[in-house]
């Protein structure tokens, strides 16, 4: 940026010296434990300690010699479909009249009020749906107030429970980047095709669906990765029936003790992952320019 | 305050030469203008001399000295930009007086200069505005003030006009002018409106596509263009081409005209073109069609068909009044007008 | 067919009672919990009952208030921390052009795009190999890593909005980069790094899956703590504290927001 070699030099290293801190950080907290979890998932036993080890690839293996691991997962990748079309579905129409649809101040304190409670604590917001859907619960006493015939409503410990409460979590990733998104759009771009000529749906699906998709990609990933791995909620809403893919993993790390199986139960859960968003990369990418 | 000199300048991005070996002295306490389309490579030129480019070839001079290796913030330059770019979370006075602290000036000796130079450029009891609260001129002048008090060795300026509305413009011309004549500094600014350069230039340089294609005073350059862009580029010209025939001209159409510096295109101001219905005397004269009489205030424009190019003339409005609205007339102009001109 | 104007007023009720079941869907669960945190009952029976004796009983749980108290420490280091390192980065990132830029801007995405399961499970490994272990330190090193991203994006949408001719005004009077920096960059983009300190305080008080891998098994964060609790059985005090906690966070974000506005103008 300035004159002189010497210069470009010194900006270099006032670049490094910014950017080390961070990046190091990452290194240490994110970069090498997941490379440590590569030497994990191909080795017999944690090498702590005396014990005997020796390297292996049983752990991957063993995914593939039981059903259990490949059902699982695919248990999993099918919720995190689910939710994530659930929140994309019903998210969408909420940012549309929230971006187009709402003026004024109104509008940002209605956006602040959808996005607050995604910034609660999601351990308790799940824990508060415990409570609501469980038998004699609140919604329990809330049908039967109004439904004349006395029904038993406990949606706990169910799919629906957990599915519930997903969406419920993760919405607000959707509707934030769909609104910022649609938001983008320039009014007179809708404004041009009605004058010619064209009608509701032609503008949703030839315009606003077409300039709003990498918002939407964006926040269906947001919503989709934490989902496939999930615990804590399959835990809590889904009871003996909320097993899935990631408290499998949980378990190795805190109840059975198999680490070498979690890391490598962890890491082909990332590459389907990785994958999936490899897919979804270049209409993201499309977004950037 | 010294001479600035650039020699070799060269800056390419990727095929493109933004700077094609431009060589120019800049003269002490001189007022230089430097005027070209978009992408010419002025602005690129102006960003080299202050450190913010760093060109891949050539070097910049300050006086004697290269100052190739010398970081923007030691250049010890004075820079306006085209949005002014006053620092919005300060007030006007601090805004001025920044370049004096940076350098340690006691916090006195910095009171009293951002008072004089406030009061030069008649800003004076501003001072405690902050940017948003003042108008487009008066931000213009605070950027001004803020170049200028530190005394640098050269003042820069990036378009310092072109976001103000015409009036404003033209007063602010003059005001510049003033501040820069009791200032002193060498000052060399960039512009695409050709009428602000020849206004306030002591001397002008044309850029076209990276290079220097013309230089010298702004009366030199626009009675003697030498090519056509640059004619066309600084006001407005009539350009013909033809066959030589000796000392004439021989232009399509059977006329036959006197024929300047031996140049087979010769150019014409519209300011120097007489039209009239009768016959005139002298070889310079053309058979035109009178097409469209443009009425302008002070000035009307007379546009005729000549063989197929248009043809102006410009005078005073009443000059013209003789003349019908349309038909066939006769332009004719002095030998002396006359300029030859090469090709592009 | 329906009137152009008649339509157009419908479909703007439509769309508004929409937005409004949605809210009340986000909302419903909160409310009900706040409710049930003043019900006397101990198991969520009705009728209700007002009281605030859980509320009375949770000040004299020490190994909550513990809890609470180690969250809100580990926050505060962990956005101390964070709000310095991403404020840094993304300064150096909107300033200079350098060869790997993308490759370092790409870099950030980790910890958003991988499930923290994998993160946090991945980090039990590697401290437990380095010898750092579990405990309050590591819990700092996940929740900085976590927090980062956060920061930088929140910061980078504000430095977007600074005039690159500001910082090339201040070089041209002669200022030097930290002075530049100083001077005229940050009071601009203050609002963005609060805001991005805002942000990193709520995902450290916030974060479960991390903190539950790398915490020692008595001394853990409150969220974890009410996660096992959960597991054993739901006790009214849980509810008190969820309450506050959750009154809490929404504070810390009313207040963030004020200081970035979501594709708005300032």
């Not at chain 1, 490949?70 to 019903?90: D, E, P, Q």
């Not at chain 1, 771009?189 to 064209?198: K, P, T």
């Not at chain 2, 005078?315 to 066939?328: K, M, N, Q, V, W």
């Not at chain 3, 098994?217 to 609790?229: E, F, M």
Request: charged share 15%.
């Amino acid at each position: 940026m300035s004159g002189g070699k010497s210069i470009a030099r010194t900006d270099r290293l006032r670049a490094l010296a910014l950017l080390a801190p961070a990046y190091l950080w990452l290194t240490v907290a994110i970069f090498l434990p997941l490379s440590a979890m590569a030497f994990f998932s191909v080795v017999t036993d944690v090498p702590f300690g005396d014990t005997e080890w020796h390297f292996t690839i049983e752990n991957y293996t063993a995914f593939f010699e039981s059903p259990t691991y490949a059902r699982l997962l695919l248990k999993s990748v099918l919720l995190g479909v689910k939710v994530t079309a659930l929140c994309v579905l019903i998210g969408f129409p909420c940012a549309w009249v929230l971006a187009k649809m709402i003026r004024g101040r109104s509008r940002e304190a209605l956006f602040l009020l959808v996005i607050l409670p995604f910034w609660s604590n999601s351990l308790v917001r799940i824990f508060s749906w415990a409570i609501v859907l469980r038998g004699n619960g609140v919604l329990d006493n809330f049908v039967n107030a109004i439904w004349p015939w006395p029904v038993d409503v406990n949606l706990m410990f169910s799919e629906t429970a957990i599915v519930i409460g997903l969406v419920h979590s993760y919405i607000p990733y959707v509707i934030l980047t769909a609104y910022l998104a649609l938001q983008a759009i320039d009014d007179s771009l809708i404004e041009a095709a009605r004058s010619l000529g064209a009608k509701w749906w032609t503008i949703l699906w030839r315009i606003v669906l077409p300039l709003a998709l990498p918002g939407l990609i964006a926040g269906a990933v947001l919503v989709f990765v934490p989902v496939v791995g999930s615990f804590m909620e399959p835990r809590i809403l889904g009871g003996r029936l909320g097993t899935y893919y990631g408290t499998v993993i949980e378990d190795q790390f805190v109840a059975v003790f198999n680490w070498p199986l979690g890391a490598a139960l962890s890491f082909i859960l990332l590459a389907v992952v990785l994958i999936i968003l490899a897919a979804a990369s270049p209409v993201l990418r499309k977004s950037q320019t | 305050m010294s001479e600035v000199r650039v020699e070799g300048l060269i800056k390419a991005y990727g095929p493109v030469r933004a700077l094609d070996d431009v060589t120019l002295t800049f003269p002490d306490g001189g007022f230089f203008g430097l005027l070209g389309p978009s992408g010419s490579g002025k602005t690129t030129l102006l960003r080299a001399m202050a450190g913010f480019v760093e060109p891949d070839m050539g070097q910049v001079f300050f006086g004697d000295r290269p100052v190739g290796d010398v970081p923007v913030e030691a250049r010890e330059i004075g820079m306006v930009f085209q949005n002014y770019a006053l620092f919005p979370n300060m007030t006007v006075s601090d805004n001025v007086a920044f370049g004096l602290r940076v350098r340690g000036i006691a916090a006195g000796e910095t009171a009293k200069r951002v008072a004089d130079v406030l009061d030069l450029v008649q800003l004076g009891p501003l001072g405690a505005r902050k940017p948003h609260e003042l108008s487009g001129g008066q931000r213009q002048r605070v950027a001004m003030a803020r170049a200028i008090v530190t005394r640098p060795r050269v003042l820069l300026l990036d378009e310092p006009l072109s976001a103000l509305d015409k009036a404003l413009r033209v007063d602010m011309q003059i005001e510049l002018k003033r501040i820069q004549r009791e200032v002193g500094i060498t000052t060399v600014f960039v512009t695409h409106d050709q009428e602000e350069a020849l206004t306030l230039s002591d001397r002008i340089g044309i850029l076209r596509d990276g290079r220097l294609i013309r230089e010298g005073t702004p009366q030199e350059v626009y009675s003697d263009p030498g090519d056509v862009f640059t004619a066309r580029f600084l006001g407005e010209a009539n350009v013909l081409e033809g066959t030589p025939a000796g000392a004439f001209l021989d232009l399509p159409g059977g006329a036959r005209v006197a024929r300047p510096d031996g140049a087979i295109r010769i150019a014409v101001r519209p300011e120097h073109v007489a039209v009239s219905v009768d016959r005139p005397d002298g070889p310079n004269i053309l058979r035109a069609e009178l097409r469209q009489r443009i009425f302008a205030g002070a000035m009307g424009t007379c546009v005729m068909d000549w063989e197929g190019q248009v043809f102006k003339a410009v005078a005073r409005h009443e000059d013209f009044a003789a003349l019908p609205e349309s038909g066939p007339v006769w332009v004719s102009w002095s030998e002396r007008h006359a300029r030859g001109l090469t090709a592009d | 067919m329906i009137a152009p104007r008649l339509r157009t007023r419908l479909v703007g009720l439509v769309g508004r009672l929409y937005l409004g079941l949605i809210l009340m869907f986000l909302y419903a669960p909160i409310m009900v919990m706040a409710a049930m945190s003043f019900n006397a009952s101990e198991f969520y029976q009705l009728p209700f009952e007002f009281s605030t004796m859980w509320y009375v009983q949770l000040s004299d749980n020490d190994a909550i208030l513990a809890a609470a108290l180690r969250s809100i420490w580990i926050a505060l280091i962990v956005t101390v921390v964070a709000t310095v390192l991403g404020t840094a980065a993304s300064v150096a990132l909107w300033r200079y052009d350098f060869p790997g830029k993308r490759v370092l801007q790409v870099l950030l995405f980790p910890p958003i795009a991988i499930p923290w399961l994998i993160t946090g499970t991945a980090m039990l490994i590697f401290f437990f190999g380095v010898g750092i272990g579990r405990g309050t330190p590591a819990v700092i090193v996940g929740h900085v890593a976590l927090a980062l991203p956060y920061v930088i994006v929140v910061v980078t949408a504000r430095l977007a909005t600074f005039d690159r001719t500001l910082e090339e005004a201040a070089r041209s009077l002669g200022a030097r980069p930290w002075l530049v920096t100083r001077a005229v960059m940050l009071p601009w983009i203050a609002p963005g790094v609060i805001a991005g300190a805002l942000f990193a305080f709520a995902v450290s008080f916030d974060q479960f899956v991390i903190s539950y891998f790398l915490s020692e098994p008595g001394d853990s964060t409150l969220p974890v703590l009410i996660y096992t609790a959960i597991r054993k059985g739901f006790t009214p005090e849980i509810n008190a504290i969820s309450t506050i906690i959750i009154a809490f966070s929404m504070c810390v974000m009313l207040i963030a927001a004020q200081f970035t506005k979501f594709g708005g103008e300032r």
